[in-house]
């Protein structure tokens, strides 16, 4: 992570580090979908028309996304990391990325529905039922039921290095933290050695990212139903 992500780099250079990785993380859920999705794989072999759709709806609703999510949070750590900074809490990264991971998430998805009834006069051209349907596709996105499930799981996959390493450069500098999550942190990771220790401890806040995702998306659809 150290390499790849620092707020010396030019802007340029980080986008682009962000992009590959915001990629590898992509193609093979994006794979792992199509196999998994009766008759898909054939359908997008027989007509080019769909292929064309699925690609046009990967690069500008899948891409941007991941991307966007990505940038922010590799940002986030950056700036943690600076010594010039505050350096003293990197083990604050998944509360502070989580809520801002989860809005990004869902504002992304909003904005991008509408510009596609817009210019792609996707979802009948109505960009009230481009908003409408967001909650409900994102309510199955994180049982990989749509192909958003691909993007929220995307992001995970790129989160979980990210909050690892976090976690880890936290459980090493110190170890005389007051608050009652982190002394439950600590001495967690301290039974399982501090490196592992933080990958268990980041897919919790992964998988809490992804329960907290279909909370949102149900109090949406539930808001739409009144």
């Not at 620092?6 to 980080?14: A, E, G, L, Q, V």
């Not at 690609?55 to 966007?68: H, K, W």
């Not at 990264?93 to 992304?108: G, K």
């Not at 897919?203 to 808001?223: D, E, G, Q």
Request: with cysteine; net charge positive.
């Amino acid at each position: 992570m150290n390499p790849l992500f620092d707020i010396k780099m030019p802007f340029w250079r980080f986008a682009r580090n962000t992009l590959i990785v915001s990629c590898l993380s992509l193609l093979p859920l994006l794979l792992l979908y199509i196999l998994l999705t009766p008759g898909f794989a054939s359908m997008l072999l027989d007509n080019r028309m769909a292929l064309n759709r699925f690609l046009r709806q990967v690069l500008t609703n899948g891409l941007p996304v991941v991307f966007v999510v990505n940038y922010l949070s590799f940002f986030l750590y950056a700036v943690t990391k600076d010594g010039q900074r505050w350096t003293n809490v990197p083990e604050l990264i998944p509360l502070i990325d989580l809520p801002i991971r989860i809005t990004v998430f869902v504002a992304l998805h909003a904005f991008i529905y509408v510009i596609s009834a817009d210019w792609f006069g996707s979802f009948g051209g109505d960009k009230w039922q481009a908003l409408r349907v967001v909650g409900p596709t994102l309510m199955r996105s994180a049982f990989f039921e749509n192909i958003s499930g691909v993007y929220l799981y995307a992001t995970m996959v790129s989160a979980l290095p990210l909050y690892t390493t976090a976690l880890q450069r936290g459980l090493d500098k110190r170890s005389d933290r007051t608050a009652l999550l982190w002394r439950f942190i600590y001495t967690f990771s301290e039974k399982l050695g501090h490196t592992f220790g933080s990958f268990v401890i980041a897919l919790i806040f992964l998988a809490a990212y992804a329960l907290l995702m279909t909370a949102l998306a149900t109090l949406l659809v539930w808001l739409q139903s009144l």
